[in-house]
C-alpha cells in the first residue's frame, strides 16, 4: 500500500508550524474567543427572555423613544 511506503528522497517529512505563533499563544485566543461567544449567547439568550420586560419598564420610565 501506498501509506507504508517509504518517502521518496528529498521529501521533507517533517510538519512544519503552520503560524509563528506559540501554541499557547494560539490556545489563549481560542479560548478568550470561546468564552466571548458563549457570554454574547448567554446575553442574547437573556434578552430573548426578558425583553417584553425591559421594554414595558423602558415604557413605564418613558425612556422607550431610546429605542
Known sequence: ???FCPPP???IW???QVS???VSTVAKIALGAA????AT???FASWIDKGAGIF???VEA???WCF
Open 35 to 38: 468564552l466571548l461567544a458563549v
Open 1 to 3: 500500500m501506498a501509506l
Open 56 to 58: 414595558m419598564a423602558t
Open 41 to 43: 449567547g448567554l446575553a
Open 14 to 16: 517533517r510538519m512544519k
Open 20 to 22: 509563528p505563533l506559540p
Open 9 to 11: 528522497n528529498g521529501y
Open 62 to 64: 418613558g425612556l422607550a
